[in-house]
């Protein structure tokens, strides 16, 4: 039996990070982390440790491994091409949110205290927040990325089930992007 470290059990981030957000929107923040980390691994480390062994996400996903359907994903989800489209899509999503944030620190927009389920269903989540408890901004980014974190998860629990667990993997903007920087580093050691 493989023995089991410390990063094992980093899926049970995951849930504490959802749960926290759930009751409290303001510790949507935490999620930068995930955000943070995997690029600074890959810029310094030069490798993929965040996705291969540090990811609570993909780990969760391999979790629920049961629920899924075990069938080989179409080959078009890791293809080059539908990486960078979803990477692209998915930054078009994270400045829209950064966007709305700044509307709201310069005072040109109120707070809109919803979640966005896939970008586009608004689900009110007034209740995890207390207006006035932090500047509007601050809850804004809040209310943004973890609509951003949920709805990545969400897919990410579709495909899973659809196809193979940790499906999402193949086209994680976050993997994406540290791929790009475990390439670029390996070009600059030659």
């Not at 089991?4 to 749960?19: G, N, P, S, V």
């Not at 080959?75 to 078009?92: E, I, P, Q």
């Not at 509007?136 to 990545?152: C, H, K, N, V």
Request: glycine share 8%; hydrophobic share 50%.
């Amino acid at each position: 039996m493989k023995k089991k470290h410390w990063y094992d059990y980093l899926w049970i981030w995951t849930i504490i990070y959802f749960a926290l957000g759930f009751f409290n929107i303001l510790f949507a923040w935490l999620g930068m982390i995930d955000f943070i980390l995997p690029l600074l691994i890959a810029l310094f480390g030069g490798n993929k440790a965040f996705c291969n062994r540090y990811c609570g996400r993909g780990q969760l996903l391999a979790k629920f491994g049961k629920c899924s359907r075990n069938v080989k994903a179409p080959g078009f989800l890791a293809s080059k091409w539908f990486r960078y489209g979803f990477l692209v899509f998915f930054l078009s999503m994270f400045g829209s949110m950064i966007f709305q944030t700044y509307l709201v620190a310069a005072g040109a927009r109120d707070l809109g205290e919803a979640i966005k389920l896939l970008w586009m269903f608004r689900v009110p989540w007034d209740w995890a927040y207390t207006a006035g408890t932090v500047s509007d901004w601050i809850a804004q980014f809040s209310f943004g990325f973890y609509s951003l974190m949920l709805t990545s998860t969400i897919i990410g629990l579709v495909v899973n089930v659809l196809w193979k667990p940790r499906t999402w993997c193949s086209f994680c903007p976050m993997g994406t992007m540290t791929q790009m920087i475990c390439k670029i580093k390996a070009k600059e050691k030659l």
